[in-house]
């Protein structure tokens, strides 16, 4: 069966982390726009210089740039039994966009919206280390790796996102509730099928039990 999900939620509710857990589980890419848009950056490639300055204040990239990009993605090979989309749709235009795309194909997506506390949300996110080699995320004070600054996966030196910085974040999340927030009441309105889940204070682990169940239940496999 075809897995589409797509995880929801602000900066910062942990959408990266659960949905590096789940594609092991589900066994389809992992789908994350911001990723998508840092490694053109890294690449110095004219799409990188192009959304630079955004990303690094703290804006949304245009519409136009990312809905193409998750094209493209889902059009590789390994998409094709499903996928997990983190960081995308964040704008109604993007939300249409992608509904269109998965009506034109009858895939049922499944919105997965992880609800956090605002307060949790600004620890974790000016606590937040990444590995640059493999992108595994670390928080210094809810996840921290088994060596001081330095990734479990590959001993790569961990790095603070340039957007992480705190005016930044703030930027992130003004943006999120001007503009990504209204989704939830936009896939309610267009009948998708939409699932919410506290994700304040559990482990990773926890919520992932709880996100799995929920994929797996009859209600949403039917
Ligand atoms: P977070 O969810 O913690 O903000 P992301 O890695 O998802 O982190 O996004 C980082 C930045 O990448 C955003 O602030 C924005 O500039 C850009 N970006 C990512 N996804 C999108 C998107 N769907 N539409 C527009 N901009 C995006």
Known sequence: ????????????????????????????????????????????????V??????????????EVVDQLV???????????????????????????????????????????????????VTRLTGRRQCPRCGTLYNIVSNPPRVDGVCDLDGQALVIRDDDRESVIRQRLAEYESQSRPLIEFFREKG???FEIDASDQTPEALLFQVCRTIKSPAVEG
């Open 1 to 48: 069966m075809m897995q589409a999900v797509v995880l929801f939620g602000s900066p910062g509710s942990g959408k990266g982390t659960q949905a590096n857990l789940l594609k092991n589980c589900l066994k389809v890419p992992h789908i994350s726009t911001g990723d998508m848009l840092r490694e053109h950056i890294r690449d110095g490639n004219a799409l990188g």
């Open 50 to 63: 192009r959304v630079a300055a955004s990303m690094q204040s703290g804006n949304l990239v245009r519409d």
């Open 71 to 121: 094209e493209e993605r889902l059009a590789e090979p390994d998409a094709q039994a499903g996928f997990i989309l983190d960081g995308y749709p964040r704008t109604r235009q993007q939300a249409e966009h992608l509904i269109g795309w998965l009506d034109a194909r009858g895939i049922r997506e499944l919105v997965i919206h992880l609800i956090v506390d605002y307060n949790v949300i």
């Open 192 to 194: 998708r099928r939409l």
